[in-house]
């Protein structure tokens, strides 16, 4: 198995006591995604099911309006959350809009943002990736205390691995140079073996680096592989649907078995820089917070 090849395992099967413990610490520093529709569609207040204090990543998607994110943070910061907006370089016109948005979301009291390049292929302005927005030096002049990236399990469209790890470095260093906090979030992923080969191959940049491995919620499989379609996951989930029948494919998915197996990794390799799970709700806020609160008697 994988799990016993990469560097930092102590090579043992580790105990029930040290699997309960990392299985309880992915758990407790989850994240999940929640869209400005999904939020506004709470209501007033923050349901029971719902934890307090959560990382809460916000989206900023195609076509909106980029101050339906910051109205979706400033919800989730007044019921006590932690928001993490997406800022799509692609989607910002020119620098002015952009030190518009930081500063509004500055106002209203977010303190952590999520750089991605976006989906859209040609850039509206003159920032086509994110290393173009840390180098306008503005990500620390607005009060944000960190930020974080996002990683690629089974690759990129646009890049590859050299390319990758190249901007990952410097990303790294420019944190580490403006007393800023960094983090890594992945795409999910269905394959444990991309999850963790990804972890291994990174081990040496990240560091003391945080990762937080993106595992997609509880919903219908078809459904699953439908999203999975549009978010560039082609590899897992064509292995995950092989040889599946249409009566399989309307069964509920959830990602119990991944969960598992990095519960495992974690409890086997102390120097790891996996710290959480990542959810991505496609099945709904509820079930996916839900599934989250119990996801810890998985290895029990």
């Known amino acids: ?18 699997l309960a413990k990392a299985a309880s610490s992915l758990v407790a520093n989850a994240s999940i995604e929640a869209t400005p529709k999904q939020i506004a569609d709470l209501g007033n207040k923050a349901p029971d099911w719902m934890q307090e204090g959560m990382r809460i990543y ?12 910051i109205k979706a943070s400033e919800t989730l910061l007044a019921w006590g959350m932690k928001p993490v907006p997406h800022l799509p370089a692609r989607i910002v016109p020119d620098t002015e809009t952009l030190t518009g948005w930081l500063a509004s979301m500055q106002r209203i009291g977010v303190k952590e943002i999520l750089l991605i390049a976006g989906d ?7 920032f086509p990736d994110t290393l173009a927005l840390i180098k306008s030096g503005l990500l620390s002049e607005y009060g944000l205390t960190g930020f974080g990236v996002a990683g690629h399990p089974e690759g990129h469209p646009h890049a590859d691995d050299e390319a990758l790890l190249n901007a990952m470095r410097y990303k790294r260093d420019y944190a580490v140079a403006h007393d800023l906090d960094f983090w890594v979030v992945t795409q999910f992923s269905f394959d444990e073996e991309s999850l963790i080969s990804w972890l291994d191959r990174h081990q040496a940049i990240l560091e003391s680096v945080p990762v937080y491995l993106g595992l997609a919620g509880p919903t219908r499989l078809k459904n699953l592989l439908a999203y999975a379609a549009q978010c560039g996951v082609a590899t897992s989930a064509k292995a995950l649907s092989k040889n599946m029948n249409a009566m399989r494919l309307l069964r509920p998915w959830k990602p119990d078995a991944l969960f598992q197996a990095l519960s495992k990794y974690k409890a086997s ?4 820089p996996l710290q959480g799970v990542h959810l991505f709700p496609f099945g709904g806020l509820q079930q996916s917070n839900q599934w989250l609160s ?5 290895v029990s």
Do not use: Y
């Open 1 to 18: 198995m994988i799990m016993d090849s990469l560097s930092g395992s102590d090579n043992r099967v580790p105990h029930q006591a040290d």
């Open 269 to 272: 390799h102390s120097a790891t």
């Open 294 to 298: 119990s996801a810890h008697l998985l």
């Open 120 to 126: 859209t292929e040609t850039p509206a302005g003159p």
């Open 58 to 69: 916000v989206p900023a998607l195609p076509n909106a309006d980029f101050g339906d994110a």
